[in-house]
């Protein structure tokens, strides 16, 4: 039986997956099913990675279509000794490379074309006397070290859709094999409808994937770096987590991370200057040189210093204090003025009013934190900065207007809430009395302090319900309820 877009999406409302009790991480997964592609999938255990591009939430549905494979290089770049980065590098680099062999340099090709006409490993270098520039960003070559090529890998990607409410997104989903603590689990069946339902609406989304375009090569095209501390001699690089992606001027341009030997450590581990030399600034591009020291003989300064200790000999203590002070200031210290005190007609002092908690957090205009990366993405979730400090408020009493039967805080009604999107848009005022009207009101509080409003609510989820709020589970599924489709228990 075929379904169409109306009878999908009729299909789809209130729609409740069914999953298999195992689930797999991201490798496993493709491991057993990338010969049995497309599955429906439902994650498990969310992953929030270092890097924007890989983070999923709990409970997001994907159809997980194809898998990628882009082919990449590892390269060691060396600074000094125990200095080094560990990169690996798209075959389809866009910059052009040069063979390094017995300290002749080559003709300048493109990675793919090196790797096709010799063999790992190798060394390869930059072109001398170029500047490369990335935005407003430049890096001259010849601040680039040589890089030793040493092995290929294939980083493998799992291309996916997001379904949302049993409608699927068109935008493809890139899942890399690297994220071992994303869990997945199968999905098998849509909760109380038949089987033929479920193979019609498989169906049906198919057709609507045909018309998708899935890259076969997909793969990141920046260069990764790695944390050389967390690679064994038998790791898989497909299987590794990169530090971060990003273009060759960013990665020369950050401190290298100096390499500590076992010995060293063992030298070191009660030095508390150890640290400081374990990063070093690259050089920066301008070569001006400081200017130089003035000299001073050796006898005029035996003379200078016989003088001044010939003249302090009879002098006292405090003298030799106040000399000192003078002559690093070029005179005695000023005086510091009398602060002003402002007296009331009984003659006591008017003391400075109390500045309140938001005037403070005004003055103080701290801007927020946000964490970026250079690397764009098929599709990111946004992030969710920390919000500021609140002003204290005192909040009013709850009222219930008998005749309406509607609970207000701070004559605030009861909202609308039909769909997770009405939940997102509520504020913390509209959750208290959405918790009062759901028989959870001594929870209110706890809510207000931690400021949940609509999306911080849509974030939650059972475990954290009753682990961070103290809550029974029956009242987590009944709050749980009403953020999905705004189910509330008459």
């Known amino acids: 039986m075929q379904y169409n877009s109306l009878e999908i999406l009729l299909l789809s409302e209130n729609m409740e997956f069914i999953t298999e009790r195992k689930d797999y991480n991201v490798a496993e997964f493709h491991n057993m099913f990338y010969d049995k592609l497309p599955k429906f999938v439902k994650i498990s255990q969310g992953y929030f990675g270092d890097i924007a591009a890989d983070v999923f939430d709990r409970d997001q549905v994907l ?195 100096r390499n500590i030997s076992v010995e060293e450590k063992d030298k070191g581990s009660g030095a508390q200057n150890d640290d400081q030399d374990l990063y070093e600034e690259i050089q920066n591009t301008s070569h001006s040189k400081p200017d130089p020291i003035p000299s001073i003989s050796t006898s005029t300064f035996a003379k200078e210093l016989k003088s001044r200790l010939k003249s302090t000999k009879n002098k006292k203590a405090s003298d030799l204090t106040a000399d000192a002070k003078e002559e690093k200031h070029g005179g005695p210290p000023p005086i510091a003025p009398k602060p002003k005190i402002h007296l009331h007609d009984d003659g006591a002092p008017v003391l400075p009013k109390r500045r309140e908690k938001s005037q403070i957090c005004v003055m103080a205009n701290v801007p927020d934190n946000h964490y970026s990366n250079d690397v764009p993405r098929t599709i990111v979730k946004p992030s969710i900065s920390k919000p500021e400090e609140p002003p204290i408020v005192d909040y009013p009493a709850k009222q219930v207007d008998e005749d309406s039967n509607t609970v207000t805080a701070d004559n605030v009604a009861m909202p609308n809430v039909k769909t997770a999107d009405d939940v997102s848009k509520l504020t913390i005022d509209e959750v208290s009395v959405c918790m009062n009207r759901l028989g959870l009101g001594q929870y209110e509080k706890a809510f207000r302090d931690e400021m949940v409003d609509g999306a911080l609510l849509n974030l939650l989820d059972k475990d954290m319900l009753r682990e961070d709020f103290g809550m029974k589970g029956v009242e987590a599924i009944r709050l749980m309820k009403f953020v999905k489709d705004g189910h509330i228990p008459v």
């Open 63 to 257: 159809r997980i279509e194809a898998a990628s494979k882009q082919q990449r290089v590892i390269a060691k770049m060396k600074f000094k000794a125990n200095q080094e980065r560990l990169l690996s590098i798209p075959a389809t680099f866009a910059e052009k490379l040069c063979v390094v062999k017995h300290g002749k340099v080559g003709k300048e090709k493109y990675l793919q074309n090196i790797l096709m006409d010799h063999h790992l490993p190798l060394t390869v270098r930059f072109p001398k006397d170029r500047t490369i520039t990335v935005g407003y960003s430049s890096l001259h070559t010849s601040l680039i070290p040589n890089m030793e090529l040493t092995n290929t890998f294939d980083e493998v990607y799992l291309l996916g859709n997001f379904i949302v409410e049993g409608v699927l997104h068109c935008d493809v989903v890139p899942v890399p094999l690297y994220l071992s603590q994303l869990r997945l689990a199968l999905i098998t069946g849509i909760k109380d409808q038949p089987e033929y339902k479920w193979k019609g609406y498989q169906e049906g989304v198919a057709r609507t994937c045909a018309t998708v375009e899935y890259d076969l090569s997909f793969g990141n095209p920046n260069i990764a770096e790695y944390d050389p501390s967390a690679i064994h001699s038998d790791a898989t690089y497909s299987y590794v987590e990169p530090c971060v992606y990003s273009n060759i001027v960013s990665i020369i341009q950050r401190p290298v991370r």
